[in-house]
C-alpha cells in the first residue's frame, strides 16, 4: 500500500507502506542517504531503520545539523561505555546515564577502581578499536518485563532503576553494537564506522540522579566532532578559555578573592574596586544623561513586602531570613520592591512620566554550594538594576531607549550581542489580556527597529515578557546579561497610580532594566573576554613607572604626580631589581603603558615609553604623553 510523505520543503512523496527514513533519503539522493543519521517523523526523532507505516511528516537529519550532531556524539558515548566495559570487565563497570550536553557528552558509571588520565587514553584507544570494527548499530523494542530480566541477568541495577521508574506507557528500546547492549531511547548512527574524531576530557564525581543521598559514581566526560580540524579547534579553545579563566586571572590580577567565611561571596581588592568602579561610573553618566534618577534601598524588608510583590512564592527558597522585631525579614533577592514603593511614596502627575529610577543594589539569593563558580555565579551579587514608571502610551517609546543605551554600552566593550523574545511562562500571574498587550508591545519594538531575534516561549518572568541579550564574548560563548522586562502586574500589587491629565488615577506600567545583569558577573566575564588585558580606561594601573636604579626614583614621583593630575591611575616600582625583570612583571601584570625611566630621561626631562601590544614608542615629553594618554582614557580605547 502506498502512503504519503510530506518532506520539510513541503515537498510530498509516495512510497511504499514500511518504507525506512534510509530508504526514503536514499529515494531522494545518494548524497542524501550519505550524510544521513537519523529522521523526524511526526515530530519524533527516530532511527533511519524506522518505517514509516502511515501518512506522515518527515525530516531528514543530517550529520551537519544541530540534531545531527547530538546523534553522533550520543553514539559516542556509546563507545566509550563499551571501551570502558571491555578494559576493566562487565561485571565492574555499572551503567548509570549517558547523555549529551553542551559541546560534547558524558557517561555516569559506577566502577571501583578510581579513573585516572592514562586511564582515559588507554579507553580512547579502545574506542578507535571498536570504530575501526564499524560495529551495526541496531534498535530492539522491548517490554517491560523483557527489559527488567536482561538487565538483571547483566547485573545492571542502575539500569533497572530507570526501567522501573519509567511511565507506564513508555516503549522501552535497547541498542546493541558488537557485545554491547544498552537501554536507551535513541536515535543512533547505523554503526560505529561513522564516528570520526573524539577525546575524552576529564573524570568527576557525580551522585547518582544528582541525589547527595545516592551513591557517588563516575562521570567520564568527552566530546565529538565530525571532523578532526573541528575537534582540533574545539580543544584549542578550551585551552584558551583555561588560561583566561576569571578565577585565575583574578588571583594573579589581585582583583578579588573568596574567603570559606563567605561561601560564594566575592570580596573586591583594590584592582577589582577600580574596575567595578568605572564601570559603575561609566553606566551612571550615561543614565544621568538620560533623564535616570539614583536611588538607594535597604538591604533587608519584611516578609510582607516579598508576599505582595509576588516574589515570595517564586523566590522564598532562594531567599535568606531573620527575625527583627518578632517580624520575618528577608535580605533582598531583587530591587524591584524597594522602587515600587518609593514610586508610591508620593503623588504622582501625568507630567512627571517616564520617571526612570536606577539603583547599583546589592542582592542575595542562596545558591547550592555545588552550583557557585568564581564571579559568574555567586550568592550576592550588585544588579545594575533601573524601573521606568511610564503610561500605556509611552511603552514602545521607552523600550526603543533602552535599547539604544544597552547597544551604546555592549559597543564599547566590544561585544556582538543576540536577542531573545522570552513569552510568558506557566508559573506566572495576571489576565491572558495584559500579557498579550504587554507581548505584542516587546514585539513591536523589535520589528520597528528591525532587530533579528529568537522567539523563547514560556521564558518570560512571572510578572511580564522579556527582551533578553546574550552577549558573545573573545571566546564566542554566550552570555545573558542585559534584560527588559515590560510588567503590568507589580503596579496593581503596590496599587501604583498617577493623576492623569483628566485629573483621574491612571496605573502606570513598569518597564524592569538591566544593562551589566549582576556587576559582579560582567566582571567575570570582561576579565575572560580580555584576558585580564583590560582597556587603558578600565585597568587599574593604567602606568606603570619603572626607574632603572635607585638613584631614579625621586624623578619617577615627579612624573607620577603629572599623570596623577591627569587623572591617571599611575604607580612606581621602586624595588631594586633589574630593569628587565620589572618589564616582565609590568607585562604578567598586563599594564597598558610602562614608563622607563634612566640617565637620558633625567637629563632630558623626557620618559621612555613602551605600549601593551606595541612595544618601544620612543622617547616622549611627559606632559604631552599625559594629554595623549587622558584622550585615549576619554575615548575609551
Not at 113 to 132: G, T, W
Not at 299 to 323: P, R, T, V
Not at 330 to 357: D, F, Q, V
Not at 376 to 388: E, G, K, N, P
Request: aromatic letters at 8%; charged letters at 30%.
Amino acid at each position: 500500500m502506498e502512503i504519503k510523505v510530506t518532506l520539510a520543503d513541503q515537498t510530498v512523496r509516495r512510497c511504499e507502506q514500511g518504507t525506512t527514513v534510509m530508504q526514503l533519503a536514499e529515494s531522494i539522493s545518494t548524497g542524501l542517504k550519505k550524510n544521513a543519521v537519523a529522521g523526524i517523523v511526526n515530530g519524533r526523532l527516530v532511527d533511519l531503520s524506522h518505517a514509516i507505516e502511515h501518512d506522515s511528516l518527515v525530516e531528514i537529519i543530517t550529520l551537519d545539523s544541530p540534531e545531527g550532531l547530538d546523534v553522533y556524539r550520543h553514539s559516542t558515548a556509546h563507545v566509550m561505555a563499551q571501551a570502558i566495559k571491555r578494559i576493566f570487565g562487565e561485571q565492574n563497570v555499572k551503567l548509570g546515564i549517558g547523555p549529551v550536553i553542551a559541546d560534547g557528552f558524558y557517561y555516569d558509571m559506577d566502577i571501583e577502581k578510581p579513573l585516572s588520565s592514562d586511564d582515559l587514553q588507554a579507553i580512547e584507544r579502545e574506542m578507535e578499536r571498536i570504530v575501526s570494527e564499524n560495529l551495526l548499530i541496531v534498535r530492539e523494542a522491548v517490554s517491560r518485563d523483557e527489559a527488567i530480566r536482561l538487565f538483571e541477568g547483566w547485573n545492571e541495577p542502575l539500569k533497572l532503576e530507570l526501567i522501573r521508574n519509567l511511565p507506564e506507557d513508555s516503549e522501552i528500546s535497547i541498542y546493541e553494537q558488537g557485545e554491547f547492549v544498552d537501554l536507551c531511547r535513541g536515535p543512533h548512527l547505523p554503526s560505529t564506522g561513522r564516528i570520526k574524531a573524539f577525546k575524552l576530557q576529564s573524570v568527576a564525581g557525580a551522585y547518582w540522579r544528582g541525589d547527595s543521598n545516592n551513591k557517588m559514581l563516575q562521570r567520564v566526560y568527552g566530546t565529538a566532532f565530525l571532523r578532526k580540524a573541528e575537534l582540533d579547534e574545539h580543544l584549542r579553545l578550551l585551552e584558551e578559555a583555561k588560561q583566561r579563566d576569571h578565577r585565575k586571572l583574578g588571583k594573579e590580577l589581585e582583583l578579588f578573592m573568596f574567603s570559606e567565611e563567605a561561601p560564594g561571596m566575592p570580596f573586591y581588592l583594590p584592582n577589582g574596586m577600580t574596575i567595578r568602579t568605572e564601570l559603575e561610573n561609566f553606566s551612571r553618566e550615561l543614565q544621568l544623561k538620560r533623564d535616570y534618577v539614583e536611588v538607594r534601598t535597604p538591604l533587608m524588608m519584611n516578609q510582607q513586602i516579598w508576599e505582595n510583590s509576588g516574589h515570595w512564592d517564586h523566590y522564598k527558597d532562594n531567599m535568606y531570613f531573620a527575625q527583627v522585631d518578632e517580624a520575618k525579614h528577608a535580605l533582598k533577592p531583587m530591587n524591584c520592591p524597594g522602587h515600587m514603593l518609593i514610586y508610591g511614596n508620593s503623588l504622582r502627575s501625568y507630567r512627571e512620566l517616564p520617571i526612570r529610577m536606577f539603583e547599583y543594589g546589592q542582592v542575595h539569593r542562596h545558591e547550592y554550594s555545588g552550583a557557585l563558580s568564581g564571579m559568574m555565579r555567586v550568592r550576592t551579587f550588585c544588579q545594575d538594576d533601573a524601573h521606568l514608571f511610564v503610561m500605556r502610551e509611552q511603552i514602545e517609546e521607552e523600550i526603543s531607549q533602552v535599547m539604544e543605551l544597552i547597544d551604546q554600552v555592549y559597543r564599547i566593550f566590544g561585544f556582538e550581542y543576540r536577542i531573545e523574545l522570552s513569552t510568558r511562562p506557566e508559573d506566572s500571574m495576571g489576565s491572558d489580556e495584559l500579557w498579550n498587550e504587554a507581548e505584542q508591545a516587546l514585539q513591536n519594538v523589535l520589528e520597528r527597529r528591525g532587530v533579528a531575534y529568537r522567539l523563547n516561549e514560556g521564558d518570560g518572568a512571572f510578572y511580564g515578557p522579556k527582551i533578553d541579550f546574550h552577549i558573545l564574548d573573545a571566546l564566542k560563548r554566550s552570555w545573558q546579561c542585559g534584560t527588559i522586562q515590560l510588567d503590568f502586574q507589580m503596579p496593581e500589587k503596590f496599587d501604583l497610580s498617577y493623576i492623569g491629565e483628566d485629573s483621574r488615577k491612571h496605573r502606570p506600567v513598569v518597564i524592569h532594566r538591566a544593562v551589566y545583569g549582576s556587576v559582579d558577573r560582567f566582571i567575570g566575564i570582561l576579565t575572560e573576554h580580555y584576558a585580564g588585558a583590560f582597556p587603558l580606561w578600565l585597568a587599574p594601573v593604567q602606568v606603570k613607572l619603572l626607574p632603572v636604579s635607585d638613584k631614579y626614583v625621586d624623578y619617577a614621583l615627579q612624573v607620577k604626580k603629572v599623570f596623577e593630575e591627569a587623572g591617571i591611575r599611575a604607580a612606581i616600582d621602586s624595588r631594586s631589581e633589574k630593569l628587565g625583570y620589572k618589564i616582565r612583571e609590568a607585562q604578567l601584570k598586563k599594564v597598558p603603558y610602562m614608563i622607563v625611566l634612566g640617565e637620558n630621561e633625567l637629563s632630558s626631562s623626557t620618559v621612555s615609553v613602551r605600549k601593551r601590544g606595541e612595544g618601544d614608542l620612543g622617547s616622549r615629553d611627559v606632559r604631552e604623553l599625559a594629554v595623549h594618554i587622558k584622550e585615549e582614557i576619554r575615548l575609551k580605547h
